[in-house]
């Protein structure tokens, strides 16, 4: 029953670091997909400076939200992995 908990978190924390990857490197993507709806929000026009500010904020977010996922996933799949490699020897 151990075993299988184990196994069931290093799968889960490998999502979760690979989907934190996916994150942080299709940040920029979805920062001006983000911008781009903002604009037809507001009717296809917008301020430089407002456009730029939604871009960069939302970059920013994905880029650290997809950091975080991928630190805890990448460090929960080294102690699994380690519990795992215990448990076969």
């Not at 939200?65 to 992995?81: D, I, N, P, T």
């Amino acid at each position: 029953m151990k075993k299988k908990v184990v196994i069931t978190a290093l799968v889960l924390m490998c999502v979760m670091f690979i989907v934190g990857l996916a994150f942080i490197f299709t940040a920029p993507t979805m920062g001006q997909n983000a911008g781009q709806r903002e604009i037809i929000r507001h009717g296809g026009s917008m301020d430089t400076h407002q456009f730029e500010r939604v871009i960069t904020t939302n970059t920013t977010a994905f880029t650290v939200g997809g950091a975080v996922l991928a630190l805890v996933g990448g460090l929960g799949m080294l102690g699994s992995g380690y519990v795992v490699l215990r448990e076969i020897e």
